[in-house]
C-alpha cells in the first residue's frame, strides 16, 4: 500500500508501508513499517519510487537504516524464528548462553557496525576461558547466524569467514574410558549384585549393550520393547528437568535429541532377559523404581557407577553415566563393527558426526588400515615383478 499526493509547491510526496522481514516482533513475525520522500516532479517518478522501494524492502533487498539490530539482537531474532521450532528447551538454552556473552562483549552495537578483527578479539578473550569443544559449538552457531544476516542484506559480508580459536585444553575434562576387559568387569559386576528393587544396575547394563543415552534409557517402557524380533525403539526420553519440552502431552517424557536420534535397534538375549526381571516392578516405564514409580536420575545412577568402578579398583578419571555410550561404541569398535552401522545405532545425523566424535578410534582405524594397505600394494608390486620375469623366461 502507497499514498501519493501533490505538495502546495507542486512538487510530488510518496509514503510505502511494508512487513520488515529484518525486524521482528517477540512471536517471530515482520513488524509494519513506513517510508516517506517527497520532491518528485510528477505523480509517475513517485508512484515508480514507492512500487520499486516496498518491492526491495519486502525482499530484504535494502534495509532501513533505522532498524538495524544489535548483534546480539539479531542472534536472538535468528535462533527463534528459524532454530527455536525445531529444539528441545534444553538445546535453547545454550544459543541463550552464546546470546549473553555477545550482549557482554558487544553491548547494543549494531551488527553492521562490528568488524573482523573486533570478532576476533571476542574469540581470542572467549577462547581463553572455554574448552576446544564449547568454542567450537558456539562459533558455529555464531557463523550460522550471520550468514542468515548476510542473506537478509543486513551485513554485506560475514565478518566470521577467517577467524580462528581453538579452546584452552587445560578447561577439556580428560576421561579417562576403560577398557574392553574393564567394562566386561563393570556389567558383570552390575548383574552379579543386581536387585530389581533398585533399578539403576539394570540401566547401567542397558546403556553398555545398546549405547542409548541415560534419558533414553529412563524413557523406556515396556511397549518399546520387542522380545520377540529382540528390537528396542527409541521414540522419547526421560524428563528428568521440568522445563524440558513434553512429549506427546505426557509429561514424563520429553522428545528425543533430534530427529536421528529415533531409532530402533537389535539387541542381545542376555539383555532381554535380564530386563524381564523388572517387569514384576509393575509399572509401565521399564526403569520405575517400585517405591516410588520414578526412574532414578543421572545422578543417582551415576552414583551406583563410581561405586561399581571404585570397588572393582579402576581409576576411571571423569567417568560417568554417559561415558557408557562411548564403551559401547568401543564394544562394537572392537568388534569390527562398521562405522556407518555404530552411526545409525547411536542415533547420529549422519557418519561425519560419529567419526568427528571417535576421531580417536577412527584414527586407530586409519592407522591399521594403511597397514594393511602398504602390506597389500607391496605383496601385489612384489606379485607383478615376479609375474613379469617368469613371463621373461618362457618368452
Not at 20 to 34: A, E, H
Not at 168 to 184: A, L, M
Request: proline share 4%.
Amino acid at each position: 500500500m502507497a499514498t501519493i499526493k501533490k505538495l502546495d509547491n507542486g512538487k510530488w510526496f510518496a509514503r510505502i508501508f511494508w512487513n520488515d522481514i529484518n525486524d521482528l516482533d517477540s512471536n517471530g513475525k515482520p513488524k509494519r513499517k513506513q517510508k516517506a520522500k517527497q520532491g518528485f516532479k510528477t505523480k509517475r517518478e513517485a508512484e515508480k519510487w514507492a512500487r520499486d522501494t516496498k518491492v526491495k524492502f519486502e525482499n530484504g533487498e535494502i534495509v532501513a537504516k533505522d532498524v538495524i539490530p544489535s548483534f546480539v539482537e539479531y542472534f536472538n531474532q535468528w535462533a527463534k524464528t528459524y532454530r527455536y521450532p525445531e529444539i528441545s528447551e534444553v538445546t535453547k538454552r545454550r544459543y541463550k548462553e552464546v546470546a549473553k556473552h555477545l550482549k557482554m562483549n558487544f553491548g547494543n552495537r549494531p551488527i553492521n557496525k562490528i568488524t573482523r578483527m573486533q570478532y576476533q578479539i571476542f574469540l581470542n578473550k572467549f577462547s581463553a576461558k572455554y574448552a576446544p569443544s564449547t568454542v567450537s559449538k558456539t562459533r558455529g552457531l555464531i557463523k550460522s547466524a550471520l550468514d542468515s544476516a548476510v542473506a537478509g542484506k543486513l551485513i554485506p559480508v560475514n565478518f566470521a569467514l577467517g577467524t580462528t580459536a581453538k579452546g584452552n585444553k587445560d578447561k577439556k575434562k580428560i576421561v579417562t574410558y576403560p577398557t574392553i576387559e574393564q567394562i566386561k568387569g563393570i556389567q558383570n559386576l552390575a548383574y552379579s549384585t543386581r536387585n530389581p528393587n533398585y533399578p539403576s544396575k539394570y540401566m547401567i547394563i542397558t546403556a553398555i549393550l545398546t549405547g542409548m543415552r541415560v534419558g533414553e534409557v529412563g524413557g523406556l517402557t515396556w511397549d518399546c520393547i520387542n522380545f520377540e524380533s529382540r528390537t528396542i525403539s527409541i521414540e522419547k526420553a526421560y524428563r528428568y528437568v521440568k522445563y524440558a519440552d513434553i512429549y506427546k502431552n505426557d509429561e514424563r517424557f520429553k522428545p528425543l535429541k533430534n530427529e536421528y536420534s529415533k531409532r530402533k535397534i537389535r539387541v542381545n538375549p542376555f539383555l532381554l532377559d535380564t530386563l524381564k526381571e523388572l517387569k514384576n516392578n509393575d509399572s509401565e516405564l521399564v526403569f520405575a523404581s517400585p517405591f516410588n514409580g520414578k526412574v532414578p536420575s543421572p545422578t543417582g545412577a551415576g552414583k551406583v557407577l563410581h561405586k561399581l568402578v571404585s570397588d572393582l579398583g579402576y581409576n576411571l578419571e571423569n567417568f560417568h553415566f554417559h561415558s557408557l555410550r562411548d564403551c559401547h561404541v568401543a564394544l562394537l569398535h572392537h568388534l569390527n563393527i562398521d562405522w556407518y552401522a555404530i552411526s545409525q545405532r547411536l542415533g547420529h545425523k549422519d557418519l561425519t558426526m560419529t567419526l568427528k566424535e571417535y576421531a580417536y578410534l577412527a584414527d586407530e582405524d586409519k592407522k591399521e588400515s594403511d597397514e594393511v594397505i602398504k602390506d597389500q600394494l607391496e605383496d601385489f608390486s612384489t606379485e607383478k615383478v615376479q609375474l613379469n620375469c617368469n613371463y621373461l623366461k618362457i618368452v
